[in-house]
Nanobody
Framework: QVQLVESGGGLVQAGGSLRLSCAAS????????MGWFRQAPGKEREFVAT????????YYEDSVKGRFTISRDNAKNTVYLQMNSLKPEDTAVYYC?????????????????WGQGTQVTVSS
């Protein structure tokens, strides 16, 4: 069992940056692949980025490639999402998720644990 708590969301102007953090409980964080997802009002939850358990492998949704960077610090039980060049269409609730498997995945159904989410709002 792992509990996930996101932080770092907020209101930012277009072109700005935010760094989201997701702190995980438990001593087995390094055995989980991690992912970030987002859900905009009236839309389904969608994949944003994922990282393997070691941090050596990452994968991004096309619209965030080159702007967002996912990373993790297994010593701190934390995964990050650095978001640069933010756009109004990035506005959503952002969720982190943990997968009880070492390889990363972009599928919602592959994740076993979810945080409560943090709101990101990008104004134009």
């Amino acid at each position: 069992q792992v509990q996930l708590v996101e932080s770092g969301g907020g209101l930012v102007q277009a072109g700005g940056s935010l760094r989201l953090s997701c702190a995980a409980s438990g001593r087995t964080f390094s055995s989980y692949a991690m992912g970030w997802f987002r859900q905009a009002p009236g839309k389904e939850r969608e994949f944003v980025a994922t990282v393997s358990r070691t941090g050596g492998g990452t994968y991004y949704e096309d619209s965030v490639k080159g702007r967002f960077t996912i990373s993790r610090d297994n010593a701190k039980n934390t995964v990050y999402l650095q978001m640069n060049s933010l756009k109004p269409e990035d506005t959503a609730v952002y969720y982190c998720a943990a997968r009880t498997y070492s390889a990363y995945s972009d599928r919602i159904s592959d994740y076993d644990y979810w945080g409560q989410g943090t709101q990101v709002t990008v104004s134009s």
